[in-house]
């Protein structure tokens, strides 16, 4: 093997560390030669190359086309949150989000004298370059602010001088004058406020009004870069500093004094307490803001690590340890996604205070339109059928799209012969051909704790590496760590339609539950690497400027995407987990999620990702219903995989309801009392709940069968064969072994499907019936054993009936099958020999056990990845 092998090896191991197809690398890598960077660019070019239609067809947007101001929660009498209903939605969505006038104080916020933790004896003035025009700026701070001891009891109105100025925003929301005044009596705050309620601007305004500097401690370089690159357009100066930091000449100034707002990822705090108490000493630290907190929870969907060791922030910034200080520097600790039992870990691990003020908005966002549908997400054909739409939608203005077949028509089949077919069609032609596939229900009989068959011959580790689980701080590396302040816009001269005309556009606008949406950009979750790469190429395929998006992709693309996400060159961007939290883009239309997300943290953080404009946008849910979804791999603790069991859990349930409006299942899930009946939206409140049944024959069957399998005399009758009893006895049956004993014992019930009791025992599972008889926390109950509410609910009243909205799985079920509300008649006519039959025959062809297709995956001996396989695989 020469030497270049060697290297084609390597490059090839990378690129499908990337998540790249095999076909692509190898064609890659013999047209460019053994090359990374080339490889890579002729990859991501491929479908440029063949995709003629997209460059004629860019969407120009702007972001202020139409400017909404979102609704914001009000307080009733009670104390009560109350959340805006679509109505009041829109009304204040009609209200212009930037004005010149003074906007009308709302919030009744005691104006004090607030005295700001100051730095006593001789000020420092810190050790700059002041021949940089940037050091210079950065000590411009405001004549209000030059005697720093004092804000002043107008504190409110100078806050809104300046967010007008900088950002040009009319005035303060409520929430955001709590956390000010909460500031500027020195305490702790923690901020729980809906995704794109505005958090961010709360820790910024305090290095305006203080001329001190605010650090923010934030989880992704991404994200920091976003934030910084945003402040220096608005004149406020910025940088970051962490791994993604290749300037070390950043650092020294950040710790000088010469920016506002100094960005630090978790790690690189650690190592800087000392600069920063110098600092601290010197120019001032305003507060520590620690952004998307939640990362500091074991219990939250998100952990860092290093998050944890932030208490390290109020030890070493306390009054009582550095003499010149005369209150702790204040921490402010946001984030939009945060249950009850996370905010009590982010309270304890971060040592926060006692007096630490708590600041709530409602978690609900009233223009988001929330649905489920079931998909199987897992092959080509279903990329055909659930995508046709955005398709049509991004393509609909092309005079003619023409797509060509894949230059390799061999490596594109062995996806499915479907996606050469479709390859070779229009977008409209494809959309209106029936492509899609009628039995789309995955009915193998597995208890959904089956692993793909790609997961059985990988290893665990291929598979961690393929999801983007753990996200490292530095998903992005940027050439540029500072943002000098520009001057402030004047939103006079920079063409931001008047009220009027804002008013005039609102009114012109649709209402939100008409259904309408503007054709703004989508992101698309999935869950592993590869599907970024294989649904971003099938929507360029056919015209839909589309890219890729995941943390193991070169840092050159990955910022490409950032950019021409933000400056709206791109319909969709099709990402793992590792673009979502912060990103702030207004007109993101819908959030699209394929496949299981793993929590609903995770879930209702990258939903909030859309619509930040207030006008209404979609997210939908994709995922296949007739499965239990299964963990990503990832190493984890005992501990954790009960934690991760259980959010996946009530995500599954999210997906498995259809009678509760699913915004308000969302926010309930926060610990938010939602004051609405319903959003008005989201499908179920769209098109109702299914109609309701009385499953209680169904319900006392399978509860008398469990109680009876667990030793309940009083449940013999169910089963006679004492023998076989024993034998279940001795080895806790699971449902799956239940069910197929009930269809045994009772014929009226031979012909039914595990799915759908499958669902009933989930359904009797929430009602308290029954529970999981090894105490394991699962996604679906396994080993169901009789709680004594179940017990006591076979003792009561036959005739009581039991009425159930049947969930998604059953209905599911039924819709595929036969209809399960005529149960009984199923067994009418089963004397007649040859109806029983026929009945019989019909039940044996439907449930013929699918022959899995031989897999065709040979390891190649001739890559490091391939020998690998071969191993695992003896
Ligand atoms: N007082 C205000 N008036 C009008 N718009 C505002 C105001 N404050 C913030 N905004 C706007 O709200 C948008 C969202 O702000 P921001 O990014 O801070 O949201 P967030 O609460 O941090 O969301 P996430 O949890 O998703 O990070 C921004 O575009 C910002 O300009
Ligand atoms: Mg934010």
Known sequence: MGGNDITSDQIIAELVDMGFDISDITEAVKAVGPSLDNAIDFILNDSHRNNTGASTSVVCLTNNKVLGKRATSSLQPSGKMRQPNITEHLKLASEPKRSKTIGLCDASVSTKNYLIGHVEGPEVTPALDTSSDLCAEAFMVPSYCKDEHIIGFDWENKANNLIRKHFGFSSLKGFQKEVLAAWLEHQDCLVLAATGSGKSLCFQIPALLSGKVVVVISPLISLMHDQCLKLGKHGISACFLGSGQIDRSVEKKAMSGAYNIIYVCPETILRLIKPLQSLAESRGIALFAIDEVHCVSKWGHDFRPDYRRLSVLRESFRADKLKFLKFDIPLMALTATATTHVREDILKSLCMSKGTKTVMTSFFRPNLRFSVQHSRTSSLSSYEKDFSELIRLYTKNKKAVHILTPKNPESSSKYSSGWLNASIRGPDEMCNNQLHDTNDCDFSDDDGYLASPNEKELSVQYLEDDCDQVQEVDDLDVSCGEFRGQPPLNFNDCGTPDSQNLLRKAQETPPLHQGHLDEGPTIIYVPTRKETLSLSKFLTRFGVKAAAYNAKLPKSHLRQVHKEFHEDELQVVVATIAFGMGIDKSNVRRIIHYGWPQSLEAYYQEAGRAGRDGKLADCVLYANLSRIPTLLPSQRSEEQTKRAHKMLSDCFRYGMNTSCCRAKMLVQYFGEEFSQQRCLLCDVCINGPPEIQDLKVEATTL???????????????????????????????????????????????????????????????????IRDGDNMIRVQIKFPEPTDSGLRFLKS????????????????????????????????????????????????????????KARRHRPDLSTVRGRLSAKLSK
């Open 703 to 769: 509860l008398q069968l469990i109680a009876a399998n667990h030793g309940h005399e009083s449940c013999q009758n169910v089963s006679s064969d004492d023998d076989l009893k024993g034998r279940i006895l001795k080895r806790k049956p699971n449902i799956r072994a239940l069910v197929s004993r009930l269809r045994e014992q009772n014929h009226t019930f031979s012909a039914t499907d595990f799915i759908w009791w499958r669902g009933l025992a989930r359904i009797l599972e929430d009602r308290g019936f």
């Open 797 to 852: 009243d036959l005739q009581r009936p039991f009425h159930v909205f049947p969930e998604a799985d059953m209905l599911l079920s039924m819709k595929t099958r036969k209809p399960y509300s005529s149960f009984s008649e199923w067994g009418k006519g089963w004397a007649d020999p040859e109806i029983r039959r026929q009945r019989l025959e019909r039940k044996r062809a439907s449930t013929k056990p699918r022959k899995r």
